[in-house]
Nanobody, 121 residues
Framework: QVQLAESGGGMVQAGGSLRLSCVAS????????MGWFRQAPGKEREFVAAITVSGGTTKYADSVKGRFAISRDNAKNTMYLQMNNLKPEDAAVYYCNPVRTITTMTPVGSWGQGTQVTVSS
């Protein structure tokens, strides 16, 4: 089973940027469609973005389109989330997980610790 470690979170002002990383153990990463999710206090965990194995297809939640960019480096077993023009409503704990398909975005792995993103207005 793949193990995941998210990092790169922090505190930024509204309009700022952060780059999150997700490092996966094992060879499963290179054959898995991967996704980013987030959970704000008192809210359900929600889908943010996903990327296919080749990186050729990506998908974003409407709330982050045009501001966030997902990418991956299979040689490094690492996925990234570049977050620009951050808004207070982006504040959450961000998680990565393999997803069943780019269409369903259903997470299929175990959750890691996540990385906290805080955005001040």
């Amino acid at each position: 089973q793949v193990q995941l470690a998210e990092s790169g979170g922090g505190m930024v002002q509204a309009g700022g940027s952060l780059r999150l990383s997700c490092v996966a153990s094992g060879r499963t990463f290179s054959i898995a469609t991967m996704g980013w999710f987030r959970q704000a206090p008192g809210k359900e965990r929600e889908f943010v973005a996903a990327i296919t194995v080749s990186g050729g297809t990506t998908k974003y939640a409407d709330s982050v389109k045009g501001r966030f960019a997902i990418s991956r480096d299979n040689a490094k077993n690492t996925m990234y989330l570049q977050m620009n023009n951050l808004k207070p409503e982006d504040a959450a704990v961000y998680y990565c997980n393999p997803v069943r398909t780019i269409t369903t975005m259903t997470p299929v792995g175990s959750w890691g610790q996540g990385t906290q993103v805080t955005v001040s207005s």
